[in-house]
């Protein structure tokens, strides 16, 4: 069953642009991750906050998690076309990671 | 090191046949997760196999199948295919139970599975 859900579906922006998606979970959690899948292909680990932390930065990225509103965002500062892909966070309960839709970002020069 | 390899990159099927999908961890992984990702429905979890177990099961019928050999490496099967099985199949890797519970996944890059 799918955990995450990711808001917007679709963001669109230009490069130098920051990027913020934002995902919502309902069941407690272990802690939440975020991926990359680039059209179609496999999808690649950017960065894991866990349940007792607040925020966490990995060059670019910066990740909030609010485990009061079951809430996260995912920010990407001065965004470059190569960012283009499809995010999507994932939330791990002690079996499996579970993921959401995610959201598909364009990034045009 | 190898990353985690899937074969084959596309199959095409028809209806009532059966796809089998192979997987290969990174070596030293001993957890396999097979997920589907089909068109407009994200990423659905299949199946969860650790030390050669199947440990968590996600909501697909039993037509889906699979097993872990003793190096780790896992097949996934799927019965009399129906078009809406149509998808990428991804498979993803983790050290062990805990950290694939906890921790990051190492995906491959998937099998498209295509039934006409």
């Known amino acids: 069953s799918q955990q995450g859900e990711e808001d917007p579906q679709a963001l669109s922006i230009q490069e130098g642009e920051n990027a913020t998606m934002n995902c919502s979970y309902k069941?407690?959690?272990?802690?939440l991750q975020w991926y990359r899948q680039n059209s179609g292909r496999g999808l690649v680990h950017l960065i894991l906050i866990r349940s007792n932390e607040r925020e966490k930065h990995s060059g670019r990225l910066r990740v909030t998690l609010d485990t009061s509103k079951k809430s996260s965002s995912l920010l990407i500062t001065a965004s470059r076309a190569a960012d283009t892909a499809s995010y999507f966070c994932a939330t791990g309960s002690g079996y499996a990671l579970n993921f959401g839709k995610g959201t598909s970002l364009l990034v045009t020069p | 090191e190898a990353g985690v390899t899937q074969s084959p990159t596309h199959l095409i099927k028809t209806r009532g046949q059966q796809a089998t999908l192979r997987c290969s961890p990174i070596s030293g992984h001993t957890s396999v997760y097979w997920y589907q990702q089909a068109l407009g429905l994200g990423l659905q979890f299949l199946l969860w196999?650790?030390?050669?177990?199947?440990?968590n099961r996600g909501n697909f019928p039993p037509r889906f199948s699979g097993r872990q050999f003793p190096n780790y490496s896992s097949e996934l099967n799927v019965n009399a295919l129906e078009l809406e099985d149509s998808a990428l199949y991804l498979c993803?890797?983790?050290?062990?139970?805990?950290?694939?519970?906890?921790?990051?996944?190492?995906f491959g890059e998937g099998s498209r599975l295509t039934v006409l």
């Open positions: 993803a890797s983790s050290p062990g139970a805990l950290a694939g519970a906890t921790g990051e996944l190492f």
């Open positions: 196999y650790d030390e050669g177990e199947e440990r």
């Open positions: 069941t407690s959690i272990n802690n």
